[in-house]
């Protein structure tokens, strides 16, 4: 089954203590990224990449990092989060060229910092 | 950067009736204008796309519409049902990056 797949579904922390979220899709999709999702803003771009080793800022990368090593892995890692990183986090991938560009997403992160 | 504003934020019709999005953008290089759809606890999933050479879309009780000159765009949802209750986003493919812009979102409420 195609689909993008991300690990955990939910997550409380504390303030400071490093963690890694972790995407993968199975559709051979060039491009992936990581958005956001808070009560009012909706959906907010964190980082993306076109291709492996290809990585670039989205709107709001503060706080995070990311790596492409392999095309279907897309871990969104947080060195010290803090409590304004609480949010809903969406994992999606597209192929690059189609003329569709639908994008799939993950089911999500429910990620609580304390 | 590229924007784009979403209106209304909430929407609460009856069973029955129409509900009406409507999303408006700057940048005129903007050819691709997808909506996708957020049921409660879930992830966003496409329903309905257009692009900038076509003018309307339609697929059964959904629609799109662009306005290209004015730029805009609108989901139209005809004889909506309590399982048309969701937050839809609009968004847009700006120039010739492959980046997503989206709405802010409309919370829909069918009351049944």
């Known amino acids: 089954e195609a689909q993008v797949t991300q690990n955990p579904r939910y997550l409380i922390t504390v303030t400071g203590k490093k963690l890694t979220v972790t995407c993968s899709q199975n559709?051979?999709?060039?491009?992936m990224s990581w958005y956001r999702q808070d009560p009012g803003l909706g959906l907010r771009q964190i980082y993306y990449?076109?291709?492996?080793?290809?990585?670039d800022k989205g709107d709001v990368p503060e706080g995070y990092k990311v790596s492409r090593k392999e095309k279907r892995n897309f871990p969104l890692i947080l060195e010290s989060p803090s409590p304004n990183q609480t949010s809903l986090y969406f994992c999606?991938?597209?192929?690059?060229?189609?003329?569709?560009?639908?994008?799939?997403f993950g089911p999500g992160t429910r990620l609580t910092v304390l | 950067g590229e924007n784009v504003e979403q209106h209304p934020s909430t929407l609460s019709v009856q069973e029955g009736d129409s509900a009406v999005i409507k999303c408006t953008y700057s940048?005129?290089?903007?050819?691709?204008f997808p909506w996708y759809k957020q049921e409660l606890g879930k992830r966003p999933q496409l329903i309905i796309d257009?692009?900038?050479?076509?003018g309307e879309k339609k697929d059964q009780r959904i629609a799109v519409t662009l306005n290209k000159t004015a730029k805009h765009f609108s989901l139209h949802i005809t004889e909506t049902q309590p399982e048309d209750s969701a937050v839809y986003f609009c968004?847009?493919?700006?120039?010739?990056?492959?980046?997503?812009?989206f709405g802010t979102g409309t919370l829909l409420a069918v009351q049944p």
């Open positions: 999606a991938s597209s192929l690059l060229n189609s003329p569709y560009n639908e994008q799939f």
């Open positions: 559709m051979n999709h060039e491009y």
């Open positions: 990449s076109m291709n492996v080793e290809v990585t």
């Open positions: 940048d005129s290089a903007s050819n691709y």
């Open positions: 257009i692009r900038s050479n076509v």
């Open positions: 968004a847009l493919l700006g120039g010739a990056t492959n980046k997503l812009i």
